[in-house]
């Protein structure tokens, strides 16, 4: 069996998507710092503890958001002799950092929702549900922004961000929901809006699994990859020499992926031969697949 390797080359579009991801973190970031403040004093003043468990939220996705752009900046750092493989791993990592986070925030907000159930309040303000709804609209047209572009860079940590934006935009709704109904009903529903509260407490432990899983199978180089599999048999079906494609092993780190393929040449040609075509193999897949970061090719003789 003859394994070939070649020198990584720079590539601009593997930039480009480092680039949109940490602008997109720009953004989360001045976002959720002008919506957290607006929370904190529209809850306080409103006596709403649903917006004030919203501004909770909202303030633990500035530091989750300022972990994601140390982890996109720390993951784009080039492979070195520590490093092989690069530091794409970084990501998951610092996405399991973001979980913690909403972890404790939810565990915070059903604490004292819990707490407050049994606590004589005031009913909330009328105004605090047109904060919530400008809130609720920004934080969806956030999410939309946000998971396009971790769709486009392929970034774990930036779509647990994207995430964010949707759990924070579904407990402002829970929010609206039950100011409403404490508003509606009067004297003796003050605890509508606690019990929204609890309720967005639930679904935010809900989004940490949804933000954990994908991050922990890309640790643990889970067979999830299927589709970049397909689109390297397609490839190589097409480089003259290359006879079939055998086993194909993907493995993610950050954004970018390593491919282990193997493929099957002609028995009789000699070495060199069978290292001009994986070397002709490999420029292929880089140049048509961007998200490539390297490929390792092992050539299999033909014995049939």
């Known amino acids: 069996m003859l394994i070939c390797t070649f020198a990584q080359r720079d590539r601009i579009p593997k930039m480009t998507k480092h680039k949109t991801a940490i602008r997109t973190t720009y953004f989360s970031i001045a976002g959720n710092t002008c919506l957290a403040l607006l929370k904190w004093f529209a809850g306080y003043f409103g006596n709403s503890y649903a917006l004030i468990a919203d501004a909770i939220e909202s303030t633990t996705d500035i530091f989750s958001s300022l972990l994601i752009l140390f982890g996109l900046k720390y993951s784009s750092r080039p492979p070195d002799k520590n490093h092989p493989y690069g530091h794409g791993r970084a990501e998951p990592l610092i996405t399991f950092l973001v979980v913690g986070f909403l972890i404790t925030s939810a565990t915070i907000i059903g604490y004292k929702s819990i707490i407050n159930l049994g606590t004589p309040h005031e009913l909330p303000k009328p105004y605090t549900l047109l904060v919530l709804g400008a809130i609720i ?52 529903y003050e605890s ?113």
Not at 141 to 155: A, D, F, P, Q
Not at 156 to 166: E, G, I
Request: net charge negative; aromatic share 8%; proline share 2%.
């Open 192 to 304: 509508a809006d606690d019990w929204a509260a609890l309720f967005a407490s639930g679904f935010i432990f809900y989004n940490s699994y949804l933000i954990f899983r994908p991050a922990l199978g890309e640790i643990m180089d889970e067979h999830l990859y299927d589709d970049v599999i397909e689109q390297i048999r397609i490839i190589s079906a097409k480089v003259p020499g290359v006879i079939d494609t055998e086993k194909c092993y993907i493995r993610k780190t950050g954004m970018t992926y390593h491919a282990d393929l193997h493929i099957t040449v002609d028995a009789t040609i000699s070495v060199r031969e069978g290292h001009e075509i994986a070397h002709r193999l490999k420029d292929k897949l880089m140049e048509e697949l961007s998200e490539l970061a390297d490929v390792l090719i092992h050539i299999e003789p033909d014995v049939e």
């Open 137 to 188: 609209i920004w934080k969806e047209v956030s999410y939309r922004i946000v998971i396009r572009k971790s769709i486009e860079t392929k970034s774990t940590a930036l779509k647990a961000d994207a995430w964010h934006h949707r759990s924070d935009a579904i407990t402002s709704v829970a929010a609206f929901i039950g100011i409403s109904t404490a508003l509606i009903l009067g004297k003796g």
